[in-house]
């Protein structure tokens, strides 16, 4: 496998690919999302990464910008992230979390937010962020408080600076949130 950025020609692959893993259900919305955030100038600068097995496209992974005013901080939010279902449960998610943090940290970002499943971010070091401070740009069901994650990427970034987070305008959707 390997995990590389993604080409701009790539777009309706990737696309693709998210309608398949997330299904009936979210997949043409989540599709949606990663089409109209390649081309939001307020998602920028952004990194799309995939996973590809022989020449084939399984996983993708979404990084885009975030503000917390009146903070300058460098940040970022993975959304969002999709494996093809036969591959999942392979390590793909994983590897590609991972090159992605390790992305982020080597261009200088400061965090990283994450809105997802607790159980499967909190092995890559996210944690809880309304405890800190940084709140969601929308109200967390207190159901799924917890799912609100974020890193830090470097020292003494946690503690320093709180305040509610701006995505970018495609993200910045009650409906996602």
Same mark, same amino acid.
């Not at 590389?4 to 949606?32: N, Q």
């Not at 261009?107 to 997802?116: E, H, N, S």
């Not at 830090?152 to 959707?173: K, M, N, P, S, W």
């Given at each position: 496998?390997?995990?590389? $950025?993604?080409?701009?020609?790539?777009?309706? %692959?990737?696309? !693709?690919?998210?309608? =398949?893993?997330?299904?009936?259900? =979210?997949?043409?919305?989540?599709?949606?999302?990663?089409?109209?955030?390649? *081309?939001? #100038? %307020?998602?920028?600068? *952004?990194?799309?990464?995939? !996973?590809?097995?022989?020449?084939?496209?399984?996983?993708?992974?979404?990084? %885009?910008?975030?503000?917390?005013? #009146?903070?300058?901080?460098?940040?970022?939010?993975?959304?969002?992230?999709?494996?093809?279902?036969?591959?999942?449960?392979?390590?793909?998610?994983?590897?590609?979390?991972?090159?992605?943090?390790?992305?982020?940290?080597?261009?200088?970002?400061? $965090?990283? &937010?994450?809105?997802?499943? #607790?159980?499967?971010?909190?092995? &890559?070091?996210?944690?809880?962020? %309304?405890?800190?401070?940084?709140?969601? #740009?929308?109200?967390?069901?207190?159901?799924?408080?917890?799912?609100?994650?974020?890193?830090?990427? *470097?020292?003494?970034?946690?503690?320093?600076?709180?305040?509610?987070?701006?995505? !970018?305008?495609?993200?910045?959707?009650?409906?996602?949130?």
């Amino acid at each position: 496998m390997i995990v590389r $950025l993604a080409a701009p020609t790539e777009l309706t %692959t990737i696309c !693709a690919l998210h309608r =398949e893993a997330f299904g009936i259900a =979210e997949g043409d919305a989540i599709a949606e999302l990663v089409e109209h955030l390649a *081309h939001d #100038p %307020t998602a920028t600068p *952004h990194t799309s990464l995939v !996973a590809e097995i022989e020449g084939t496209i399984v996983g993708h992974v979404l990084f %885009t910008a975030v503000h917390i005013p #009146p903070h300058t901080v460098q940040a970022q939010i993975l959304a969002p992230l999709g494996v093809a279902p036969a591959q999942q449960r392979h390590g793909i998610g994983s590897a590609l979390v991972r090159t992605g943090l390790t992305h982020m940290a080597a261009q200088g970002y400061d $965090l990283v &937010f994450v809105y997802g499943n #607790p159980a499967y971010y909190n092995r &890559f070091g996210f944690r809880p962020a %309304t405890p800190h401070g940084l709140i969601a #740009p929308y109200p967390i069901p207190s159901v799924h408080a917890d799912a609100w994650m974020v890193q830090a990427l *470097h020292d003494e970034v946690i503690g320093r600076i709180q305040g509610t987070i701006q995505c !970018a305008t495609t993200l910045h959707q009650p409906h996602y949130w």
